[in-house]
């Protein structure tokens, strides 16, 4: 090949390197350029400070009251490394009496022109007297409408008009990736703004709500303040975060808009939260017992009927599992108490359960959640003289008719001793063995016999009543010798 041609061969590759090399406009442009969208939404986001008041506890000081203050006279913050900054000591142990202190800080956001706010639950739980600063500078005293622990939600009310109030937006509609911005008060620092993306949706880490989760970098302070997309819409409030030194990992949750803004309404109307309940206590279906069953691994099962209740009214037991409520799908356990929890007390539902391999229509009337029940356990007799380990590795005796009558119990066999699979399956001594493969255990002897007849091949499942817990597990017995 002639020189004067490979070195224009040679020339053309370099020049093509080059230009791949260098960023093209496009790509430049595409970048997010958020200082518009800030500029027009931050007026909607408030600092929320609270106060206390604290009683004397004596005259006594140390070195942390001493550089708390010292953080707070140059920083106005409390210091960054305290356990828990939105709740940091008091500057002074040794106030006067009844004399009101600060509390803590949070962010919130404006939602209507005429001063209504919504923040976290827990940013103005046990405040004194709450304070909200608007990004003008104009502080107001807040009254607190109403709050729900439950969801970590709160509205407060301010005395003002023409607002600048933050548009809602729709939490279903968001997706994994997609940018989102917070704006509040991390520590303390007024109108922060911080960007990331939306890491995963749907994710449980609370029972009535799933939360979103993103990267933004959220801190102590954050609390309250609105997560946003990029047309400038609130479709999340900041709420948690997960950290072992109590500031930003890049791991933060948001309770959705929508969830959020149908406690809102409850909360402006009434002051406080009305939902259903059931009256049972769930468990998940493993993939273990759903196989099984030959079901897929779906539904929440019944372990255990509140007496008196909705479910044991209408004739719900335990072992029962629930797959669809008012005719909406129980995926998972916790789809059922945010399901009932959404129903207006005194609704008639239908739960469609599955009992003993076949399915059931129970209609139900909804009663209102109140506070948690006491649970109190079985008092335990002595158990009988065991019985020859089966093969599952069980000793079982009959069930005393005064217990089964004491518990209101048609079946079950009493558990003595444990060792082998059942052991491994988790199983425990004095657990009541209800049934097995839904075939009711009757007596030791009738379930003994039946253990005998699996196919060690294939894996059984058994319905155990442990205290006032009812519960499937998967069990495979030891091959005869």
């Not at 006594?60 to 210091?79: A, I």
């Not at 509609?173 to 995963?200: C, D, H, K, M, Y």
């Not at 309404?265 to 002051?271: A, V």
Request: charged fraction near 25%; charge should be neutral; hydrophobic fraction near 40%.
């Amino acid at each position: 090949m002639p020189r004067f041609l490979m070195a224009s061969l040679l020339g053309a590759v370099f020049a093509l390197m080059a230009v791949a090399s260098v960023p093209s406009y496009a790509q430049v442009r595409d970048l997010p350029d958020f200082a518009d969208l800030v500029e027009r939404v931050g007026p909607s986001v408030v600092n929320i400070r609270t106060t206390e008041k604290q009683r004397a506890s004596g005259n006594e000081s140390s070195d942390d009251d001493e550089l708390q203050e010292m953080f707070r006279k140059f920083f106005g913050v409390p210091v960054p490394q305290t356990p828990a900054p939105e709740r940091a000591p008091n500057p002074r142990r040794n106030r006067p009496g009844n004399e009101e202190v600060q509390r803590g800080v949070g962010s919130g956001f404006i939602l209507s022109a005429d001063g209504y706010v919504m923040t976290n639950a827990h940013v103005v739980e046990n405040a004194t007297t709450i304070y909200v600063t608007l990004t003008d500078k104009r502080e107001f005293k807040g009254k607190l409408i109403g709050a729900d622990k439950r969801t970590d939600v709160a509205l407060v009310k301010i005395e003002a008009t023409g607002l600048p109030r933050m548009a809602i937006g729709d939490s279903k509609a968001i997706r994994v990736g997609q940018w989102v911005l917070a704006i509040g008060s991390p520590f303390g620092l007024e109108n922060t703004v911080t960007a990331g993306i939306v890491s995963a949706k749907s994710r449980d880490t609370g029972e009535l709500l799933p939360f979103i989760q993103t990267d933004v970098a959220v801190n102590p302070g954050n609390s309250g303040g609105p997560l946003i997309n990029t047309r400038g819409e609130v479709i999340g409030i900041n709420s948690q975060i997960l950290s072992g030194t109590g500031g930003s990992i890049g791991i933060s949750f948001a309770i959705p808009v929508d969830d959020a803004m149908r406690v809102v309404e409850q909360l402006k109307n009434g002051g406080r939260v009305r939902r259903g309940r059931l009256g049972v206590e769930i468990r998940e279906v493993s993939k273990e017992v759903a196989e099984a069953m030959g079901i897929k691994a779906q539904g929440a099962a019944v372990s255990r009927v509140e007496p008196g209740s909705p479910a044991d009214k209408a004739g719900v037991l335990g072992g029962d599992i629930i797959v669809k409520f008012d005719g909406k799908a129980i995926e998972k356990s916790v789809d059922l108490p945010r399901a009932v929890g959404d129903t207006k007390p005194g609704t008639k539902s239908v739960l469609i359960v599955l009992r003993k391999g076949a399915t059931k229509e129970i209609p139900i009337v909804v009663a209102e959640l109140e506070g948690d029940n006491a649970k109190k356990a079985d008092k335990v007799p002595e158990p009988p003289k065991p019985s020859t380990a089966n093969g599952f590795g069980l000793s079982v005796v009959d069930l005393p008719e005064e217990r089964k009558k004491q518990l209101a119990l048609q079946a079950g066999v009493l558990v003595e001793s444990v060792d082998g699979p059942a052991l491994n399956a988790g199983l425990r001594r004095e657990d009541i063995v209800l049934s097995l493969n839904n075939v009711d255990a009757t007596s030791a002897k009738q379930f003994n016999e039946q253990v005998g007849k699996l196919d060690p091949k294939k894996q059984s499942f058994v319905l155990i009543r442990r205290q006032d817990n009812v519960f499937y597990l998967s069990i495979r017995p030891i091959p005869p010798q």
